[in-house]
């Protein structure tokens, strides 16, 4: 276990289904991150949020809602999704978003696999 | 904008040969870059980091990375691999305190017994 707990590991969703994928944080951290992994592209830095306040958004589409309510808790609220949005999704965290040094190491969780039908 | 190449989808090595894993990046300032390797249905774990001193950086499982700034580039090496070494490896560099990591697409490391 590495304290970045994501749930569901598994999530099938047909395009008009609302479903959220939750992460949650046991490291006191106080940045959190969402990436999109899909096969032999880089990592998508979707979201991040510091101390609960969202400092990034990457040009992701409406039809995923990010939310954190507090800093150990971070989900994506997903809406409408495309065939196209199949991906493994990543929750990170990280000490802080920035230091004098830029040395912050992400903690990973095991991701959640969207598959959209 | 700062952005890092993984010039290979594939690498395949022979159990207790040599390994090297590429990495090239682009950056305007110094850069801060990191390993990071993926094993089946987990997450990225950290390897390893260059912020400034010695270049040659040293990290987990006997992995060890040389930054290079003239070549602009911070491959992964070990000098004897394992079978367990096979996985999925990740360069990933930021330019300034406060910018998020830019990651390569992977490369997938195969270790053949």
């Known amino acids: 276990e590495t304290g970045v707990t994501q749930t569901p590991r598994h999530l099938v969703m047909g395009m008009t289904n609302k479903k959220s994928l939750k992460c949650e944080q046991h490291?006191?951290?106080?940045?959190m991150y969402w990436y999109k992994q899909s096969a032999k592209k880089p990592l998508e830095l979707m979201f991040v949020?510091?101390?609960?306040?969202?400092?990034e958004n990457n040009s992701v589409p409406s039809r995923f809602s990010p939310e954190c309510p507090n800093s150990s808790h971070l989900f994506l609220h997903l809406h409408t999704l495309q065939p196209e949005d199949s991906a493994l999704y990543l929750c990170?965290?990280?000490?802080?978003?920035?230091?004098?040094?830029?040395?912050?190491?992400?903690?990973f969780g095991a991701g959640s696999r969207l598959t959209v039908l | 904008a700062q952005s890092v190449a993984q010039p290979e989808d594939q690498v395949n090595v022979a159990e207790g040969n040599p390994l090297t894993v590429k990495c090239t990046y682009s950056v305007s300032g110094n850069p801060y870059l990191f390993w990071y390797v993926q094993y089946p249905n987990r997450g990225l774990q950290f390897l390893l980091k260059y912020i400034t001193g010695d270049n040659l950086v040293k990290g987990s499982y006997g992995f060890e990375a040389e930054f290079n700034k003239s070549q602009t580039s911070f491959h992964l090496k070990k000098p004897s691999a394992l079978v367990s070494d096979s996985a999925l490896y990740f360069c990933a560099v930021r330019d300034k305190g406060n910018t998020p990591l830019v990651f390569g697409k992977g490369t997938r490391l195969s270790v053949i017994a």
């Open positions: 990170a965290s990280s000490q802080e978003l920035g230091s004098l040094s830029g040395a912050n190491v992400l903690t």
């Open positions: 949020y510091s101390l609960e306040e969202r400092v």
């Open positions: 490291l006191g951290h106080n940045a």
